[in-house]
């Protein structure tokens, strides 16, 4: 099946720096989507991107499907950003998302 | 999106009873999944629901362990059975709505302790 990895996997940034996360994919995907899960374990759909680029508000993600990585963008970043963050893709037509292990996210006033 | 709803949202058990966790979804969905979280790792997808028929499993996951039924296009129940403590996780479902986009949406998940 296809493997998801996401780099770096923790990462402690100041209130109102930029970050970038990354997520490596290993085979074409048909679904390519952006998670937070915030303290109570809930999971936020932030984007499903399987290329070209989106932004929502101070958060932006693109997905180069041709080289098979996407990149979430957080710029000035705030405290209640922090928590995990989850790259999860899918390939074919059985819609089966793999996840990756996640992304955990300090950030500090 | 499509809004989902999980019950309970978590709960203690002992070890060898079951607990069924129930996911209604609030408009129609293709397909509808169940995944497990164990503590400080990732997701791993149990099965697919199918509508009135067995669920497809995952490797390292049986039907006798983690029962599934789907009666209908918006609901479905997991059943963990005969609980250990190494079953403590939160499980998720999700659904996938019908359309041409591949977007899955999250329950807001059940938190699992076994004591």
């Known amino acids: 099946g296809i493997q998801v990895e996401q780099s770096p996997p923790d990462l402690i940034l100041q209130e109102g720096a930029n970050s970038t996360l990354r997520c490596n994919f290993s085979?074409?995907?048909?679904?390519l989507q952006w998670f937070h899960q915030n303290p109570w374990g809930q999971l936020i759909n932030l984007f499903y991107i399987p290329s070209g680029t989106k932004q929502n508000g101070r958060l932006s993600a693109t997905t180069v499907a041709t080289e098979r990585y996407s990149l979430l963008y957080i710029s000035s970043s705030q405290t209640t950003d922090s928590g995990v963050y989850f790259c999860a893709a899918a390939t074919g037509a059985n819609s089966k998302l793999t996840f990756g292990k996640g992304i955990t996210l300090s950030v500090r006033p | 999106s499509a809004v989902i709803s999980q019950k309970p949202s978590r709960d203690i058990c002992q070890r060898g009873t079951s607990l069924t966790i129930q996911c209604q979804v609030d408009s129609q969905v293709t397909m509808m999944f169940w995944y497990r979280q164990q503590p400080g790792q990732s997701l791993t997808l149990i099965a697919t629901a199918n509508q009135g028929s067995e669920a497809t499993y995952e490797s390292g996951f049986v039907i006798d362990k983690f029962p599934i039924s789907r009666p209908n296009l918006t609901f479905s129940t997991l059943t963990v059975s005969n609980m250990s403590p190494e079953d403590s996780s939160i499980y998720l479902c999700?659904?996938?709505?019908?359309?041409?986009?591949?977007?899955?949406?999250f329950g807001p998940g059940t938190r699992l302790t076994v004591l």
């Open positions: 999700s659904g996938l709505r019908a359309g041409p986009s591949s977007e899955q949406f």
């Open positions: 085979d074409s995907v048909n679904n």
